[in-house]
């Protein structure tokens, strides 16, 4: 099993831009999350989802949009980049609230 | 807002004293888990405890969670150097499915 698989590992993108941060899990969990982590800040939610088709807001959704067609994969767009968007973002997945979560090892996005 | 807060920061030992994290959490939570971070890796899980529980152990880990005070602490026992890392405690409330974190512990183990 490969986990979770973030791609990509690095980016930089100029202001305005927009790209999608892909997040795969063969797992078969039902949960997955977004997060950023920025200095200081520990790591923040971004978006989460229970199951295909299912997701919803965390604390910090503005800017970014999710969605979940498949069990497998939960990609975040971020639809006009802005340098406050400059972070390192962590996908998640978990089977049951029983378990812990599952991270990927991370992109590290700078927009400039 | 983060639901965790940790104690300390900052936490530097030397190689085969004990570390303690505190972490404090401000609504009902369905359990809370630990995690630990290298520095530029991914999370790892470590450990989670239920919120009917009140203490669990994982090898070198002791993990203790008092409900009543919203508090859970973290004990490293005999650290090693390998330990060092950023330590994060995270709830699942019990209306949510994802990890609140706290801001994290960074723990220097010396050799």
């Known amino acids: 099993n490969a986990g979770v698989t973030q791609t990509p590992k690095f980016q930089v993108l100029k202001t305005g831009q927009s790209m999608t941060l892909q997040c795969a899990q063969d797992m078969n969990h039902e949960y997955m999350s977004w997060y950023r982590q920025d200095p200081g800040m520990g790591l923040r939610l971004i978006h989460y989802?229970?199951?295909?088709?299912?997701?919803d807001q965390g604390e910090v959704p503005n800017g970014y949009n999710v969605s979940r067609s498949t069990t497998e994969d939960f990609p975040l767009r971020l639809l006009s980049a802005a340098p406050s968007q400059t972070s390192v973002y962590f996908c998640?997945?978990?089977?049951?609230?029983?378990?812990?979560?599952?991270f990927g090892s991370g992109t590290r996005l700078t927009v400039v | 807002s983060q639901q965790g807060e940790e104690d300390p920061q900052a936490l530097s030992i030397q190689e085969g004293e004990n570390a303690t994290m505190n972490c404090s959490y401000k609504t009902s939570i369905n359990n809370l888990q630990w995690y630990r971070q290298n520095s530029g890796r991914g999370l790892v899980h470590l450990i989670l405890?239920?919120?009917?529980?009140r203490e669990k152990h994982s090898g070198r880990l002791r993990v203790t969670l008092d409900t009543s005070k919203k508090s859970s602490s973290l004990l490293i026992t005999a650290s090693r150097a390998a330990d060092t890392a950023s330590y994060f405690c995270?709830?699942?409330?019990?209306?949510?499915?994802?990890?609140?974190f706290g801001k994290g512990t960074s723990l220097l183990v010396t050799p």
């Open positions: 998640a997945s978990m089977r049951s609230l029983s378990d812990g979560y599952t």
């Open positions: 995270a709830t699942v409330t019990n209306s949510g499915y994802a990890l609140n």
């Open positions: 989802s229970v199951g295909a088709g299912i997701t």
């Open positions: 405890i239920r919120s009917n529980e």
